[in-house]
C-alpha cells in the first residue's frame, strides 16, 4: 500500500514523535544472520531477516538500499564489469551499470517482496548520482576520480530518473539519496552532491508522488521541506539525539544488543 511521506512525518507508525529511518544492516549481519551479509538478492530470505529485525528494532521505515543489493549482484558478474569497464567515457560505467535488465529485475523483485511484507513504508535509498557513478568506475578499476565534475552529476542523475521508472509502480514512500563521502576511500577527494542540481531525478519523484531526501556523512535534507538529521555514532553511547523533522540512524555492526534496544527507547 502506498503511503506518502508526509503521512509517515505527522504520524510515525513506532508511535515516536519524530519518524526515524534506521540503517540496521551492519549490526543485524552481525548480530541476527551470525556473520553472513544481508541477502539482498534474494528477496525471500531479506524478507526474513527484515521481519527479525525490524520487529526488534522497531524503525518507521523500511530501508531498502539497492546500492548494497547491486554490489552484492556485481560480485557474480565479471562479465557486467568488464562491460562497464569497456569506455573510459566519464560516466560509461554506470550508464551500462543501469541498462542491466536483469540487475534491475533484482531490485524491483526485492522492492516489490519487501512492500508487500513489510509494516513500514519503503525508504528505496540508492547511491547519489556523483557517489554512484565514481563507485561504478572504482568498481572496473578506474580509481582516479579527479575528472569527475558537478556537471557529470547532472548527466548522472538523468541515467537514474531513466532508470527509476522501472520502480514507479511499486510501494516507494521516499526515494533517499546516499551522497556519503567518509565510508569509503574510492570517495576521497570526490565533489559533494547537490540535490538541486538533479532535476531528472526531482521531477521523476513528484512524477511518482514519492519524498524525496539526501544523506551525507553527517546530515539529512529533504527537498523542499524543513531539514531532518543523521543521529552520530555518538548516540549510542551518549544518548543525544539532535533535532530535526526526521531521523536516520546507523546501528553500529558491534553494538551490544541491550546498549542498543535502550538506546533506541531514547527516541519516542
Not at 534506521?22 to 549481519?29: Q, R, V
Not at 521508472?165 to 576521497?188: K, M
Amino acid at each position: 500500500m502506498f503511503t506518502k511521506f508526509d503521512d509517515v512525518l505527522t504520524s510515525p507508525p513506532s508511535g515516536r514523535s519524530v519518524p526515524l529511518i534506521l540503517d540496521h544492516a551492519a549490526y543485524g549481519s552481525t548480530r541476527i544472520l551470525r556473520g553472513a551479509p544481508v541477502p539482498w538478492s534474494e528477496p525471500v530470505e531479506c524478507q526474513s531477516y527484515f521481519g527479525q529485525a525490524q520487529g526488534l528494532l522497531r524503525p518507521d521505515t523500511t530501508l531498502v538500499d539497492i546500492g548494497a543489493a547491486y554490489d552484492q549482484q556485481l560480485s557474480t558478474r565479471p562479465g557486467l564489469i568488464d562491460a562497464m569497464g569497456a569506455r573510459s567515457r566519464t560516466g560509461y560505467a554506470l550508464k551500462t551499470l543501469l541498462a542491466d535488465d536483469d540487475l534491475t529485475a533484482c531490485a524491483t523483485r526485492l522492492v516489490e517482496v519487501l512492500g508487500k511484507t513489510s509494516r513500514q513504508p519503503v525508504v528505496l535509498q540508492i547511491p547519489a548520482p556523483l557517489r554512484w557513478l565514481a563507485l561504478a568506475q572504482s568498481r572496473c578499476g578506474k580509481s582516479d576520480l579527479t575528472g569527475i565534475e558537478p556537471d557529470h552529476g547532472e548527466s548522472a542523475s538523468m541515467y537514474l530518473a531513466d532508470w527509476l521508472r522501472r520502480f514507479e509502480a511499486l510501494p516507494i514512500t521516499l526515494l533517499l539519496l546516499d551522497g556519503r563521502r567518509n565510508d569509503d576511500p574510492a570517495l576521497t577527494g570526490l565533489v559533494p552532491e547537490d540535490l538541486v542540481a538533479y532535476t531528472p531525478v526531482v521531477n521523476a519523484v513528484e512524477h511518482y508522488r514519492w519524498g524525496l531526501a539526501m544523506r551525507t556523512d553527517d546530515e539529512l535534507t529533504f527537498h523542499g521541506g524543513a531539514p531532518g538529521a543523521v543521529v552520530p555514532q555518538s548516540f549510542w553511547t551518549d544518548g543525544i539525539v539532535p533535532p530535526g523533522r526526521a531521523l536516520f540512524a546507523e546501528v553500529p555492526a558491534d553494538a551490544e544488543p541491550e546498549t542498543v534496544l535502550a538506546q533506541l527507547a531514547r527516541l519516542h
